[in-house]
C-alpha cells in the first residue's frame, strides 16, 4: 500500500514519492528551549516519532533533523528574570527536553543542530537575500520583503492584499515604521544593550526566528528536500517565512510536503505557555507512566484536536489526568499480556498445529493503518486485536490438556515486535513496568506493599494446610481494599483494580 499524508501546502492527501527511491529527509521544527516541555511538545513529537519509525519500519533510509532554537527573545527574557544567563538557560532546557522525548521512548534525531552553532549559514544566506533584492537593512535591522515573493500566503492560504495597514492604512510605531510593509518579517535583529549578539555586515545582533530553520535544514537536508513537520500553530508565520524566504534565495521548493499536527486543547482551546493553560511533561510523569503520555497522544488522529481532562482536589490543585491514567491501564493490559504469552511453558506448544491467517496478518494490518495519514487510532484497534487474541491463546495454554501453536504465538510475538517498531509501544521490561505502576498505584491508595505479600504468603500457608475458609476471607479482605489476586503456575500474583 503507498503511503499518504496530508500536505498543508495542497490541503490534499497524497501519495508520499521521496525525491530519492529509498531514503527520505524530514526536518521537524523543535522546540525553543526556555522552560520544561509540555504536553503539546510531547505530542507533536511523538507524531514524528512514530511517522519515522513507520518510514523506516517500511523499508526507507531516513535522515531525521529537528533543530533547537537555543537563543530567542523568550529565552533571553526568562534568563534575566532568573538571573542566569541566556545561553546556559538554553542548554539547561535542551537537556530537560531531551530527557523527557527519551521517557516518551522518542528515538534521537540523526541531527539536533542549534541556532548558535549555526550563525555563518544564517548570516550567509541573508546576505544572498540582499543581493536578490528580497530583504533590505533598516536600522541595524534586516527584514525581509513579502511583495518581493509572489508565491507569499501559498502555505497558510493567504494573500498579501489581506495582510495590509489596518484600519487607519498606516503602519504602527517602533519596529513597523522600518518596514516596507506590515507583513515584512525580521531576518536579522539589532542588538539591544545586555543582550547576546554576534558581529554581523549589519552590526551586531542576532538571528530572525523564521531564518533559523531555513539556514539549518538547507545546511543538513540540502535546499529542496522531501518532508517538513511541525505543529499547526507554525504555518503561519513561520513556516509561511520559512518558504518565503527559503525559495526567494534558491528558486527550488524548500520541500515537497508540509505535515501539521493538531493542538492538544483545554477547554477548546490550545494549549500553550503564552496562554498559562499548560502542564508540563513532567508534571504528568510523577502521576502515570511516560509510555501513558504516549499511549494518550496515538489516540487521537495527528491532524485533530486532542482534549485533556484533569481533576482537582478541594484546594483547587490537580491530582490526576484521568484520560491519561485510563492509557496506563491500557498499557497495564498491554504489558500484562506479552508477560502471559511469554510464561507459556514448552509443553503447552504444538509445532504442528495450524495458525490462522488473521495473527500472521496482524503487522501488516499495524502497517496499513499508518500507510493512511498516519491513522494511529486504527493502529491501536488493531493492537486490541492483538492482546485479545494473545488472551486467548495464554487462556488455552492454562487449560488442562490445552496446547498452543507454535505458528500462532510466532505470528503474536511478531505482532509485538511490530507494535513495539512501528509505535514504540511495549518496549520496556513487562514485570518492571508492572511493578513499578502497582507500586506507585499501591502507594496513592495508602496501601502497604509489604501488607499484601505478607497476606498472600498467609493464605498460601491457609491453603496448604486445607484451611480454605481462611485463604478465602483473606482473598475477599484484598478485593475489598482494591486488590486482586491471580493464582498461576509458578504462583500468587497481585494487580490494582
Not at 19 to 33: D, L, M, N, Q
Not at 79 to 88: F, K, M, T, V
Not at 190 to 207: C, D, I, L, N, T
Not at 427 to 453: H, M, N, T
Request: hydrophobic residues 40%; charged residues 25%.
Amino acid at each position: 500500500m503507498a503511503q499518504k499524508f496530508h500536505n498543508t501546502l495542497s490541503d490534499r492527501l497524497e501519495v508520499f514519492e521521496p525525491a530519492e527511491p529509498g531514503k527520505v529527509r524530514i526536518y521537524v521544527c523543535g522546540p525553543t528551549v526556555y522552560d520544561y516541555a509540555h504536553l503539546g511538545h510531547i505530542r507533536a513529537y511523538v507524531v514524528y516519532d512514530v511517522m519515522v519509525r513507520h518510514l523506516r519500519q517500511s523499508g526507507l533510509l531516513v535522515q531525521y533533523v529537528r533543530n533547537i532554537t537555543d537563543i530567542d527573545d523568550k529565552i533571553i527574557k526568562r534568563a534575566s528574570e532568573l538571573g542566569e544567563s541566556p545561553l546556559a538557560l538554553a542548554a539547561r532546557f535542551t537537556a530537560a527536553f531531551q530527557e523527557d522525548l527519551q521517557r516518551v521512548l522518542c528515538v534521537a534525531p540523526d541531527l539536533e543542530p542549534k541556532v548558535t552553532e549555526h550563525l555563518p549559514e544564517i548570516i550567509a544566506l541573508i546576505e544572498r537575500l540582499c543581493a536578490k533584492g528580497a530583504a533590505y537593512a533598516a536600522d541595524g535591522d534586516v527584514y525581509f520583503d513579502v511583495q518581493a515573493f509572489p508565491d507569499y500566503g501559498k502555505l497558510s492560504h493567504r494573500k498579501v492584499a489581506d495582510l495590509e495597514f489596518g484600519a487607519s492604512g498606516r503602519l504602527g510605531d517602533g519596529e513597523d515604521q522600518k518596514k516596507r510593509h506590515p507583513a515584512d518579517f525580521a531576518l536579522w535583529k539589532a542588538s539591544k544593550p545586555g543582550e547576546p549578539s554576534w558581529q554581523s555586515p549589519w552590526g551586531p545582533g542576532r538571528p530572525g526566528w523564521h531564518i533559523e530553520c531555513s539556514a539549518m535544514c538547507m545546511r543538513h537536508l540540502g535546499e529542496s528536500f522531501d518532508l517538513h513537520g511541525g505543529g499547526l500553530d507554525l504555518v503561519f508565520p513561520h513556516h509561511e517565512n520559512e518558504i518565503a524566504q527559503s525559495e526567494a534565495a534558491t528558486g527550488k521548493p524548500l520541500a515537497r510536503l508540509w505535515v501539521h499536527n493538531g493542538f492538544i486543547e483545554v477547554n477548546k482551546e490550545k494549549m500553550s505557555k503564552s496562554l498559562g493553560n499548560f502542564f508540563t511533561a513532567r508534571e504528568c510523569f510523577r502521576r502515570v507512566e511516560p509510555e501513558a503520555v504516549r499511549y494518550f497522544v496515538l489516540t487521537t488522529h495527528y491532524r485533530a484536536p486532542l482534549s485533556l481532562d484533569w481533576t482537582v482536589g478541594e484546594k483547587g490543585e490537580v491530582t490526576g489526568f484521568p484520560q491519561i491514567e485510563e492509557c496506563e491501564r491500557r498499557l497495564d493490559y498491554l504489558y500484562s499480556t506479552k508477560q502471559r504469552i511469554a510464561s507459556i511453558a514448552p509443553g503447552r506448544i504444538d509445532p504442528s498445529a495450524p495458525v490462522e491467517p488473521e495473527l500472521r496478518e496482524l503487522p501488516a494490518r499495524l502497517s496499513a493503518a499508518l500507510d493512511d495519514d498516519l491513522n494511529m487510532p486504527v493502529a491501536l484497534a488493531v493492537t486490541a486485536d492483538l492482546l485479545k487474541r494473545a488472551n486467548d491463546l495464554a487462556d488455552l495454554a492454562s487449560r488442562k490438556q490445552g496446547k498452543v501453536s507454535q505458528g500462532a504465538l510466532t505470528a503474536v510475538r511478531a505482532a509485538f515486535t511490530a507494535l513495539g517498531t512501528e509505535l514504540g509501544l511495549g518496549l520496556d521490561d513487562p514485570q518492571a513496568f508492572l511493578a513499578r505502576v502497582r507500586s506507585r498505584r499501591a502507594l496513592a491508595l495508602g496501601l502497604s506493599e509489604a501488607e499484601i505479600e505478607a497476606l498472600i504468603v498467609e493464605r498460601f500457608e491457609a491453603r496448604k494446610n486445607r484451611s480454605f475458609a481462611r485463604a478465602d476471607e483473606i482473598r475477599a479482605q484484598l478485593l475489598r481494599t482494591g486488590v486482586e489476586l491471580m493464582d498461576g503456575a509458578e504462583g500468587t500474583t497481585w494487580r490494582l483494580l
